[in-house]
């Protein structure tokens, strides 16, 4: 998503952009589909299996990394080459080692051609348990992230800023994620007016959204026990995402929260899709917008975040917001003064209560909405986002580039 939003405010400078990944919905124009980019293609995750969860690797482990690296080298200079690359951007590769041999491909291809490149980085292995016990120590040293001339780091809170000059004495630019707060949310219209009916929901049912996908540190327990405690009629929670990429297990004990709570629960991932259409059995499927147009409250209680981009959609769409105070909101975006319920790892009576009133108090859910609304538009905007990418231009010597420029 956040890709889609630089790649906007480029193309508004003049910039053509191409992408290069594993899977794609770009067309075949401006894209360069490589299959074995994907960090899901089964040679990929056979040895991120073995990369991740033991200390030593086999020798054949070894050589064929260094095979795929050497076989995505090539797919990523026939890019370069076929669309004269300028700039280059990489989006997460090089921070979280979800796919080892292509960050080690894209360090190789930095290193050896120089072409200015701004890594956007948003999860770094050090932030995630799962890759503490590892064979690839030494990988993860070159290129996660790398370190090289012609190559600004981009990380989205400051935490990461910090952590990046304490662990490897880099500077970085700050640029989180944004939303164009400047184009008016849109409203209800004819497709989705019925979307309450469509999901099975009375119109005057309160609808509470948590719009994550279901990982364990969604910290999902949290909101059931709120709307348990609220015990007003008429709660319905809707689920918009599906699990993750970190197994069911989490999601079978929420269903047993549910359960145990008795909320009523709605998931409704297989009505949600990039785009609205009718689906093979006839059904609408709705955007994630038409979602927070019909919510009434929305629930984001997460233990961790890099950012949030799931609360700056709340403020955008003029939504309450009940969230958890994690650090990186704690630090970065709860001392511009956003208008919340917020609680510190678990539902007081407190947090409880003033959901209750958010609730039942139309004039102070606009209030809410008015104040944060334009708090993001100062801080999370598209104009935002265009000052900071232009700095790290300006740094790497590219800024004559701006227009024109192909990356």
């Not at 508004?12 to 992408?19: K, L, P, Q, T």
Request: glycine share 6%; hydrophobic share 45%.
């Amino acid at each position: 998503m956040e890709a889609a939003k630089w790649s906007q405010v480029f193309e508004s400078w003049g910039a053509r952009c191409f992408w290069m990944a594993g899977e794609l919905d770009k067309p075949v124009a401006i894209s360069h589909r490589e299959p074995l980019a994907f960090f899901n293609h089964p040679e990929i995750l056979n040895l991120q299996g073995q990369l991740f969860g033991q200390s030593y690797r086999p020798e054949w482990v070894s050589d064929r990394v260094q095979e795929v690296k050497e076989t995505l080298k090539t797919s990523i200079y026939d890019f370069l080459s076929r669309f004269e690359i300028d700039l280059l951007i990489p989006q997460n590769a090089l921070a979280i080692p979800m796919h080892v041999p292509l960050g080690l491909a894209i360090t190789e291809v930095i290193a050896e051609t120089g072409i200015p490149t701004i890594a956007h980085h948003h999860d770094f292995a050090w932030e995630r348990e799962r890759f503490a016990v590892t064979s690839a120590a030494d990988y993860l040293a070159v290129a996660f992230p790398p370190i090289l001339p012609g190559l600004q780091h981009v990380v989205i809170n400051s935490m990461q800023q910090s952590e990046l000059t304490r662990r490897y004495q880099q500077a970085s630019t700050v640029i989180p994620n944004v939303l164009d707060f400047d184009t008016a949310p849109p409203g209800i219209d004819d497709f989705s007016s019925d979307f309450r009916a469509q999901i099975g929901v009375a119109q005057d049912d309160i609808l509470v959204l948590q719009p994550t996908r279901l990982v364990a540190r969604k910290g999902i327990e949290h909101t059931i026990e709120l709307l348990r405690r609220l015990n007003i009629p008429g709660l319905k929670l809707v689920l918009s995402h599906p699990p993750g990429d970190e197994g069911v297990g989490y999601w079978t004990f929420l269903q047993e929260q549910i359960a145990e709570a008795g909320v009523a629960c709605i998931p409704i991932w297989d009505r949600i899709a990039e785009v609205r259409s009718v689906d093979l059995q006839g059904r609408k499927t709705f955007t994630l917008a038409d979602v927070y147009l019909h919510a009434d409250l929305v629930t984001y209680p997460s233990l961790y975040e890099g950012f949030g981009n799931a609360f700056l959609e709340a403020v955008y769409f003029g939504k309450p917001v009940v969230v958890n105070t994690y650090p990186v909101f704690a630090r970065d975006i709860e001392p511009l003064g956003f208008q919340t319920v917020s609680m510190s790892g678990r539902v007081t009576d407190a947090v409880v209560e003033q959901t209750r009133d958010i609730l039942t108090r139309p004039e102070l859910r606009q209030s809410w909405a008015t104040t944060s609304f334009a708090l993001g538009q100062k801080h999370f905007s598209y104009q935002v986002l265009r000052q900071r990418l232009s700095g790290c231009l300006t740094a790497l010597g590219a800024e004559s580039l701006r227009h024109g420029l192909r990356l």
